[in-house]
């Protein structure tokens, strides 16, 4: 099992870091969503 583990080490990593890469973009993405519904949402106070 370990020996498995070592030869498939790097195809893991491989596939860890494109998740995590993944991972980040949905966070940003999910984070400027965020931002422009809350400057949305307290700009429109004001528009009234």
Known sequence: ??????????????KAEAILARVIEIRCIDRLLQLIALFYLLKRPFLR
């Open 1 to 14: 099992m370990i020996a498995a583990r070592k030869a498939s080490g790097t195809a893991a990593k491989r």
